[in-house]
């Protein structure tokens, strides 16, 4: 789904989940096996079983004196649009660590987060977002390899009609919601909003 | 990791992330691929990369009239000690609608989300955890495939000393703590509560 606009990062299925240089190499038959009760991908020439499980954004809405920060992607999908700091969460991080690092990567700004903003369920391409409220250190910040450029925004210039997710739209009205609250529920989208619905599904 | 003791099913490192019946096949040597800054794991036949990535369990604290809903164990890590409903978060399933099924499927019982009560990082073993708070729609509840007994505890009757696992014992204690508040801020293991310091590391 390399060009699925609800994915922050360039990181595809393909690249992400697993990717090969040999055509026709690796995982690529979907089957049930024994013991399992869900098709999975399993290579026919060694037997390999891909499992698949849903991926983790982290990411934070960071301020600095009411300014927001934002980056323009120098990256597909959505080259050229703006969004929070947000990428995969890595191996043996913590989430929020993972938000201060993607913040430190794609922004190059030091932030401490506050509190969990939000977490968003985009379950069509099986991803959690996990996205913290922070605070920038210093007003410091430079576009990192994957932006094309970073700014501070005044909530009143944030460049709605060209923000590359919707869940960095979402991030920031949440963000906007909480503003003047200490403590709060973490917000969530639609989906979840609906719990009385969908916990009898 | 089948022996971990933060890990809440047994679909380990092995069975989860992949597997192969053939001794040796499968992505098995970790190297850094060509345009990657990380070592993933490489199959060094088909030159097919495992990317490998945290795992997000969900679960549930559930009460019933004051009671908790618990199950027992009936397979490894941790056989016969009692955990709230919790496993893997599946493909394209939203995190709340995951606890749900968990609860379904380890207990027999139908519950609503009520809130989203903590989230834990177990980063030594790359795993997030989202647990929510729920309210059982009814009292009836019996052990699911992987659970010898399930039951509906009275606070003071919880077996302390029998939990399965740490974030057992913290979901139990966050939802004490949280019990008579309708909103509160999602609670977090203590890694992640030393935001200040972590976050400038």
Known sequence: MPDDKNTPRDTSASTKAGASTKTGAGPRVRTIPDGDNRPRLVCPDCDYI?????????????????????????????????????GYLELNEAAAHGAVRETREEACAEIE?????????????????????????????????????????????IPWDDLAF????????????VRDQAVFAARTNALDNAWGEISRD
Not at 64 to 84: H, N, Q, V
Not at 170 to 175: D, E, K, S
Request: some cysteine; proline content about 7%; overall charge negative.
């Open 50 to 86: 891909q499992y698949e499980n849903p991926l983790i954004v982290v990411g934070a809405v960071a301020s600095w004196e009411g300014k927001i920060l934002l980056c323009r992607r120098a990256i597909e999908p959505r080259k050229g649009y703006w969004t929070m700091p947000a």
């Open 113 to 157: 987060i506050d509190a969990l903003l939000a977490v968003y369920n985009i379950p069509r391409i099986s991803q959690v977002q996990l996205i913290y409220r922070a605070t920038l250190v210093s007003p410091d910040c430079a576009p990192g390899e994957e932006s094309e450029e970073v700014a501070l925004f005044d909530w009143d210039r």
């Open 166 to 177: 919707p869940s960095v739209i979402w991030a920031l009205n949440h963000y906007d919601e």
